[in-house]
C-alpha cells in the first residue's frame, strides 16, 4: 500500500505566497516523478509542475517565475513553494507520484484546498 499526504494548503491574499509539502509512504522500492496538479470547480486537473528522481523539473505556463517545485528523496518528500499568488490559482491541488513498487504506477494524493482571495 503507497500513500501521499498533502499538507500546506489554506487561505492567502493575492501576491502571497504558501508551501505544500506531500509526503509518500509504504511499500515503495523506488520513486519516479512526483509533482502537483490542480483543478478549479467545472475545470479539468491540469499539471502544475513536476520533478523528476534525478532533480529535471518541468512547469506549467502559468506558474514559471512564481511557483519552485523540490524534492527530497531521503525523505520523499516533495514541496511546491508557491509565490506571487493570484485567485486564479484557487483550486484543489493533489500530489502526485509514479512510484515503483512490483511495477510503476500513478498515485495521488486526496488533495489540499488553496484559495487566493481578499
Known amino acids: 500500500q503507497v500513500q501521499l499526504v498533502e499538507s500546506g494548503g489554506g487561505l492567502v491574499q493575492p501576491g502571497g505566497s504558501l508551501r505544500l509539502s506531500c509526503a509518500a509512504s509504504g511499500n515503495i522500492f523506488r520513486i519516479n516523478a512526483m509533482g502537483w496538479y490542480r483543478q478549479a470547480p467545472g475545470k479539468q486537473r491540469e499539471l502544475v509542475a513536476l520533478?523528476?528522481?534525478?532533480?529535471?523539473?518541468n512547469y506549467a505556463d502559468f506558474v514559471k517565475g512564481r511557483f519552485t517545485i523540490s524534492r527530497d528523496n531521503a525523505k520523499n518528500t516533495v514541496y511546491l513553494q508557491m509565490n506571487s499568488l493570484k485567485p486564479e490559482d484557487t483550486a484543489v491541488y493533489y500530489c502526485?507520484?509514479?512510484?515503483?513498487?512490483?511495477?510503476?504506477?500513478?498515485?495521488w494524493g486526496q488533495g489540499t484546498q488553496v484559495t487566493v482571495s481578499s
Open positions: 502526485y507520484g509514479n512510484i515503483l513498487r512490483s511495477m510503476a504506477a500513478d498515485y
Open positions: 520533478v523528476t528522481s534525478g532533480g529535471n523539473t
